[in-house]
């Protein structure tokens, strides 16, 4: 369970975001991986090795860092979200071209692609194959969500057709059902509204709003479906914030929407799941905000021209699990 969405400020920043949700504690933290980052396939044990330098959040599992969500040097950005019962992958690998496991897929992606066009071209070398090997011992159910600086926006689901984008011109992505099926269903939302519904006559009595009415067939669950409809009406009826700051704000309310709190979605092997994060991908500054679920503190990372050009190892940065606060006297 996850949401992302893409976005953009009146001074032309584009965006891409997300909540991590899932049971599994992936402790992910904001991580940098050098240019020529080599590491290696869970399925065949191949070394592939990034032309692009990526700021992500972040985990090492075995001899990997695996990244959920980034952006690389020249401003694409991706995210990786649940697409459970609904993922297929290839059964078989396809000779002379890149073949991985899902949750690998990223470090390709936003390892060796500038920018969405080019991405395009080169999936047609790559395939995501059915297999037990990856590290969590079953191969993850997974569809991506991809910008760039342009403020395109592009998904991938893959269904068994191979590795195909698809616009994503609403600007979200949920969970199953796939994409095509939220779009439709946006189609039993149009009813609400930011403005109050007026006073209506119904047989001689006068029945005036209490309230704030507008807003009340958008549905308040946790589902995929429900927060794919939040999501898209919020994205679509906030101010356009005038540069970067705000709408690093505006974003952050827009995913409080549909953060879930620990305890509130239990799976049915008892484990909870819940927003362990929180981030806001900066294409144009090249800025990745993060904010972990223990701690509402904001905190931001930058890929500088130094750090592209100088470091030349994984770089974790460290945050504070538990609640900070800024006493005023």
């Avoid at 992936?26 to 290696?40: A, D, E, V």
């Avoid at 991985?100 to 991405?119: C, Q, R």
């Avoid at 609403?170 to 109050?196: C, E, I, R």
Wanted: aromatic share 12%.
């Amino acid at each position: 369970m996850c949401t992302s969405l893409s976005y953009q400020a009146l001074d032309g920043s584009k965006f891409l975001a997300r909540t991590m949700d899932f049971a599994f504690e992936l402790n992910g933290k904001p991580t940098f991986l050098p240019r020529k980052y080599q590491w290696l396939s869970s399925f065949d044990q191949k070394t592939y090795s990034t032309e692009y330098a990526i700021m992500g959040t972040g985990s090492q599992f075995g001899s990997n860092y695996m990244i959920a969500d980034g952006f690389n040097e020249y401003g694409l950005s991706a995210a990786e979200l649940y697409f459970s019962k609904a993922a297929k992958y290839d059964e078989e690998p396809t000779a002379g071209d890149i073949n991985v496991v899902a949750e690998e897929f990223l470090l390709w992606a936003l390892g060796n692609n500038k920018s969405i066009k080019e991405l395009n071209e080169n999936l047609k070398h790559v395939h995501l194959i059915d297999s037990d090997k990856g590290v969590m011992g079953v191969n993850q159910p997974l569809h991506f969500i991809f910008s760039d600086t342009t403020g395109a926006t592009y998904i991938l689901e893959p269904m068994g057709n191979g590795l195909v984008l698809q616009e994503d011109k609403v600007g979200v992505m949920t969970n199953t059902p796939d994409y095509n099926w939220h779009k439709t269903n946006l189609s039993f939302y149009l009813g609400a509204q930011t403005t109050n519904f007026q006073t209506k006559k119904i047989g001689d009595e006068e029945i005036e709003p209490l309230g704030q009415n507008g807003t009340f067939r958008l549905p308040g669950g946790y589902t995929a479906t429900d927060r794919f409809v939040r999501t898209a009406f919020i994205r679509n009826a906030v101010e356009t914030p005038k540069d970067s700051d705000e709408a690093v704000n505006s974003i952050l309310h827009i995913l409080d929407s549909v953060t879930i709190p620990r305890g509130v979605n239990i799976k049915d092997n008892g484990k909870s799941s819940y927003t362990q994060y929180q981030t806001v991908l900066d294409l144009t500054n090249r800025v990745m905000y993060f904010v972990p679920y223990g701690n509402r503190t904001v905190y931001s990372t930058k890929m500088t021209d130094e750090l592209i050009q100088n470091q030349t190892e994984p770089k974790e940065f460290p945050i504070i699990q538990t609640q900070q606060f800024s006493a005023l006297n």
